[in-house]
C-alpha cells in the first residue's frame, strides 16, 4: 500500500508521525473518507467541502491540492474499488500546550484501502441495532480524528449484541455510531437535520436528493424516539457502507423485520448512480 505523508509517496511501513503530533498527544485534527469506485471519486468535491468546514472549524489553515493527490493516491494503489482516508493534524512543531501555536506545520496524511462496494441487493444483510443516550459534545459536524465517545457508543452496541447503536439525544434521533439514521413511516423519510448534533454525510445528501427524485416524500427533520420504535424502516448510511437496512431494534423487529420496499428502491437508485460515475 502506498500512501502519502507531509508531501511525498511511500510504502505504509515507512510512513512515521512524532509522538509529540498534536493529533497523537490531543486528537486535534480532522479527517474524511472518500468512496471510490473503479478509480472514481463519489462526490469528491462535497467531501471536500466538508474537509474545508472541518479544517476552518478548528481553524487549521492547510495549502493542498487535494484532487491531484487524491487522483496520484488512486493511481498509485491500483485505481479499483477504494476507501480513501485523509487525516490532517495541527502538526508536531509546539510544545505541549492546550492553547493552539502561534504557527504550526499540519500533517497531512491520505491513504487508500480496498473495500467491497455493494454489487447485489439481494446479498445485503439487515443489521441489529440498539437505542443509546448521545452523550458527545456539541460540535459533531466537526469531523474530529477525536472519536473515543463514539467507539464507547458503538463498544456499547457490541456488547448487546448488535451492529450498531442509533444515538437519543433529548428524546429524538441524531444519528448512529458512525453513520446518519434514516426513519420511514408510511412512506415517508425522516432524518435529523445537519446542525451541530450531527455530521451531515455526503451518503445521506445523496440517499435525500435520489429519494426525492424518485418522488419519495423526505422531511430533514430529527425523528422522535416514539418514531424510531413505531417505524416501517430504518437505514443507517456511510460512505462505504452505502445504505444498510436495521431490521431488528432493540430487540424488537422493524416493521415486518425484513429489508423494506423503500429501502429497495431507494438502493436501486443508489446502485444506477454508482454505475453512471464508473461510466463516466
Keep these: ?78 485505481a479499483g474499488n477504494l476507501s480513501v482516508y485523509l487525516q490532517i493534524t495541527r502538526g508536531a512543531e509546539a510544545k505541549r500546550d492546550h492553547a493552539l501555536p502561534g504557527t504550526t506545520i499540519p ?53 448487546a449484541g448488535a451492529q450498531d447503536a442509533i444515538l437519543i439525544r433529548d428524546g429524538f434521533v441524531t444519528e448512529a455510531a458512525a453513520a446518519n439514521v ?21 451518503t445521506r445528501d445523496l440517499v435525500l436528493e435520489l429519494a426525492r427524485t424518485a418522488g419519495i416524500e423526505c422531511r430533514e427533520e430529527a425523528p422522535t424516539e416514539a418514531l424510531l420504535q413505531c417505524a416501517d424502516e430504518v437505514w443507517i448510511s456511510s460512505s462505504t457502507r452505502e445504505i444498510v437496512p436495521v431490521t431488528e431494534l432493540d430487540d424488537k423487529p422493524v416493521g415486518d423485520g425484513q429489508k423494506g420496499v423503500v429501502w429497495y428502491n431507494t438502493m436501486q437508485q443508489y446502485q444506477a448512480y454508482k454505475q453512471q460515475l464508473i461510466a463516466g
Design 182 to 202: 434514516f426513519v420511514i413511516k408510511d412512506e415517508v423519510i425522516y432524518t435529523a437535520p445537519k446542525n451541530d448534533l450531527i455530521l451531515g454525510g455526503i
Design 107 to 159: 500533517t497531512v496524511f491520505l491513504m487508500a484501502t480496498p473495500f467491497t462496494p455493494v454489487q447485489e441487493l439481494d446479498q445485503v444483510s439487515g443489521i441489529k441495532a440498539v437505542t443509546v443516550v448521545d452523550n458527545r459534545w456539541l460540535q459533531c459536524f466537526i469531523k474530529s480524528i477525536c472519536l473515543q465517545p463514539n467507539v464507547l457508543l458503538k463498544q456499547q452496541a457490541t456488547q
Design 1 to 78: 500500500m502506498s500512501v502519502y505523508l507531509n508531501g511525498a509517496f511511500m510504502p505504509v511501513e515507512e510512513a512515521q508521525v512524532s509522538v509529540l503530533d498534536r493529533g497523537f498527544l490531543f486528537g486535534d485534527g480532522v479527517y474524511e473518507v472518500i468512496p471510490v469506485y473503479a478509480g472514481k471519486p463519489l462526490r469528491l468535491e462535497e467531501h471536500l467541502q466538508r474537509l474545508q468546514q472541518s479544517l476552518d472549524a478548528i481553524q487549521l489553515d492547510v495549502t493542498e491540492d487535494w484532487p491531484v493527490l487524491i487522483a496520484d493516491l488512486i493511481e498509485l494503489n491500483g
